[in-house]
């Protein structure tokens, strides 16, 4: 790890986000959607956990994992980093750096959006670790794909998938109305949904299921990174 | 030192290599396949310089310039940077909106501020307008002050020796040096390159390239050129004297050559050849047995 090359790309990078519209209007999905959400249902009832479940899906989906696929797709298409990456360990900072990146970018629009909802969410050890996990997901998921794809025209090929089973996953409900159906039972095993469990208050299973689906995740960045390291060293 | 092994290149035996030398630059002129071959073969942690850099659209020319620094740590000052490669004028517009020619300097300036100690430029000049030109040996003076290693290939001598009057060339026989002086000393024979004649009472100049054969024939000496015949001179054997190195051969005791106009050789009997010029009439001139085998030599590379 070496400091100065993660701050130098975050800095390059933050600029780069800040100034490419299609990243940039990602931040605002979530607090849009707080703003509809708000204005559903009856005033004086609590937001349900499904709700805020849908909203955090979304800013992880839209924001964490599709902007860092883009942005390193956008590196991969033009050959930008082909001076920069010498070895691993300057892949490791370009992947840090463009992480913190997003994670902030994330954290501020999911922070206004949770606000806008005025929601009650319980910050507990379970809950947050629930938020970090969930996030990890998401990252390891879009640095994966980001490390693989050509470029950024065939992110959408992963991206929507990957939004409408991970990060929608409550939606579900309104296209599934039978609890007992077969696509319900398996979607409960789903990340997003784990959050709505501990949510209401059963916290050990949800959370060991998400540590499976956070290591899922980081496998998979960690294949897609040996495969691309071999490739650069050909 | 750095080394990148001719053998590797030119797939050949051979014992030389392409030194990167700290502080030292070298320009190589080489074949497109050998190029290909040099920058793959060169090793992780030289730079490679080409005429263009591909960049971040959505950043300014000074957004540029200050990731190079800090991505390398490099000690040289951005603002500075950008005055002495004359980009000040657009530091602030972004890449998008940037010439060709300004993207060239930023992929000098990476060069220059890479914290990789050898750069290995290819056909860095291609495109370049005569001002990037200049920045480009500002770029190799820099680069010799701090102390890094740079080697030039480039698959055109012009642009070779526009980088640098000493250059080397590798070949399928190796690396050699060129020689400069001998060029010009040659250019300077083509206009002497001639031969005097006499046609009645003028005396003419006969361009040796024009000339078929040369044959002596009851002590007079006569120069053949399409149909045409002058005498000259001067015996057969100083003729042949004068003319060795331009590529023309004594093929009989009567005959001189020139070797550019054989067409094909002719074997009549066990003793007999002949030698078929390239010309309309497809002149056969004898060839003597005991040369037969040494004319084919010569002929062929």
Redo the contacts between chains.
């Keep these: 790890m070496n400091t100065?090359?993660i701050?130098?790309?975050f800095?390059?990078d933050l600029?780069?986000f800040t100034?490419?519209m299609m990243l940039f209007t990602t931040t605002l999905i979530p607090i849009l959607m707080a703003f509809m959400f708000r204005n559903i249902g009856p005033e004086s009832t609590e937001t349900p956990a499904v709700i805020i479940a849908v909203i955090i899906g979304t800013a992880y989906s839209t924001i964490l994992c599709s902007s860092i696929m883009t942005m390193m797709a956008e590196e991969n298409e033009?050959?930008?980093l082909?001076?920069?990456v010498?070895?691993p360990a300057s892949m490791l900072d370009i992947l840090t750096g463009k992480s913190l990146v997003v994670i902030m970018m994330t954290g501020i629009s999911l922070g206004l959006a949770l606000l806008v909802m005025d929601a009650e969410i319980s910050w507990g050890a379970g809950g947050i670790a629930a938020l970090v996990l969930l996030g990890l997901f998401f990252l390891a998921l879009g640095i994966a794909v980001g490390l693989e794809v050509k470029s950024v025209a065939t992110t959408s090929v992963y991206l929507l998938p990957i939004m409408l089973v991970f990060g929608f996953t409550p939606m579900i409900e309104t296209i599934v109305g039978d609890e007992s159906h077969i696509v319900r039972q398996v979607a409960e095993y789903l990340p997003v949904y784990q959050y709505v469990f501990i949510q209401e208050g059963t916290e050990a299973v949800p959370l060991l299921i998400l540590c499976v689906w956070a290591a899922l995740g980081l496998i998979y960045a960690a294949w897609a990174f040996k495969k691309r390291m071999n490739d650069e060293?050909k | 030192m750095r080394e990148i092994r001719i053998a590797d290149v030119i797939d050949k035996e051979n014992d030389q290599s392409i030194k990167f030398r700290s502080g030292v630059s070298s320009v190589i002129q080489m074949p497109v396949e050998y190029i290909d071959r040099v920058a793959e073969l060169a090793f992780k942690d030289v730079h490679i310089l080409e005429n263009t850099v591909p960049v971040y659209e959505r950043l300014t020319v000074k957004d540029h310039v200050r990731f190079y620094k800090k991505w390398n740590k490099s000690g040289l000052g951005a603002a500075d940077m950008l005055r002495q490669y004359k980009l000040e004028a657009v530091s602030h517009t972004r890449l998008a909106l940037c010439t060709a020619e300004t993207i060239q300097r930023l992929a000098y300036i990476q060069a220059v501020m890479s914290d990789r100690q050898a750069v290995l430029a290819v056909n860095p000049l291609y495109n370049a307008g005569i001002e990037n030109i200049r920045l480009f040996h500002k770029m190799m003076e820099q680069m010799a002050q701090g102390g890094k290693a740079l080697v030039v290939i480039t698959s055109s001598t012009e642009e070779a020796f526009v980088i640098s009057s000493k250059i080397a060339r590798l070949s399928e026989q190796g690396l050699k040096e060129v020689e400069t002086e001998m060029p010009e000393e040659r250019n300077s024979q083509t206009s002497l390159k001639r031969i005097k004649a006499k046609a009645q009472d003028k005396t003419i100049f006969i361009d040796l390239e024009d000339i078929e054969y040369i044959e002596s024939n009851e002590g007079k000496v006569y120069i053949n050129i399409s149909r045409e015949k002058f005498i000259i001179e001067s015996t057969l054997a100083e003729t042949e004297k004068k003319l060795a190195d331009y590529g023309f051969y004594r093929c009989h005791r009567s005959y001189i050559v020139n070797l550019d106009k054989v067409k094909e050789i002719i074997t009549w009997s066990k003793n007999t050849y002949s030698i078929v010029m390239e010309n309309q009439e497809k002149t056969k001139i004898p060839l003597s047995r005991t040369k037969y085998s040494e004319i084919q030599e010569l002929l062929v590379m």
């Design positions: 100065g090359r701050m130098a790309i800095e390059k600029k780069e100034r490419n033009k050959d930008t082909r001076g920069l010498q070895s060293n």
